[in-house]
């Protein structure tokens, strides 16, 4: 898409520039006011050619040629870079909407119940509880404010051998869907979503190398507690753009996941 918005950038900057040089060229050559300079400008970089205005001048029959050469390759340029940009931008919407499907499978079977596995054993959530308790009538407001929040929030999670464990067994289960997620082609276009996949499965490997999480050196859980840390710190803010997502294109999956939502100590599905 960069590529495709430089060019068309530059075609239409030549554009506009020989588009000038003939509507000043022939209004001085041919004596003509500028809206007829300018409209027999348009109709010779276009070709169309009326014949009710023509160069009657060898000067302007000179400039007519330079317009007719150098305007209809840039108008053809314009015209070609702007069908090939709007093709690539809806082929990268296409593509981000089959991946926001990827991101709704994997709230659904994993994500949302990670969050809350992580945010129970937050001490601090109640620093930013308020913020998260997303409601039906929330806007955009609404949703910056818990972004900012959970931007400065820093994530704390306190471990043990049982939360170790949890974690470990909950990877476990959920390995094939994790293989079936880094199939996924579209997969590299979201890299916040990318990274927080991969440190996913870098705690999964680690909780899988250990034999006996109950006898763990101190040392070994503060590394795990960081990894743990860094999904966390992860997970928060695509939850959060996710739900925005949902809130804006999709109000009944909207509606799901608010009354799943992880920080609600009264969540329920059912619709009271």
Known sequence: ??????????????????????????????????????????????????????PTTQAGRVLAVILIITGVGTFLGVVVNATEAFIVKREKQQRMEKLR?????????????LLARLARNDPNIEAVR??????????????????TAVKTYPCLCSTGSVTLKELRELLEQKRELFLRLFENPNLLEHESFTELL??????KEELLHRDDLD?????????????????Y????????????????????????????????????????
């Open 233 to 272: 710190s992860l997970l928060l803010p695509e939850w959060l753009d996710y739900m925005r997502y949902l809130k804006q294109n999709y109000p009944y999956l909207f509606s799901l996941a608010m009354r799943l939502n992880p920080f609600d100590r009264n969540a329920s599905v059912v619709v009271r």
């Open 1 to 54: 898409m960069g590529s495709f918005g430089f060019r068309l950038k530059f075609f239409m900057a030549v554009l506009l520039a020989v588009m000038l040089m003939g509507t000043l060229g022939f209004s001085y050559l041919q004596n003509l006011s500028l809206i007829d300079a300018f409209y027999f400008t348009i109709v010779t970089i276009a070709t169309v050619g009326y014949g009710d205005i023509v």
């Open 130 to 147: 308020e913020q998260l308790l997303i409601k039906a009538q929330w806007s955009e407001k609404e949703f910056q404010g818990a972004d």
């Open 215 to 231: 006898s763990l050196p101190q040392s070994d859980v503060e590394h795990l507690t960081g990894d743990i840390r860094r999904v």
């Open 101 to 113: 499907m990827v991101m709704g499978l994997f709230f659904s079977e994993f994500g949302t119940d």
């Open 198 to 203: 991969r440190a996913i499965l870098h705690l």
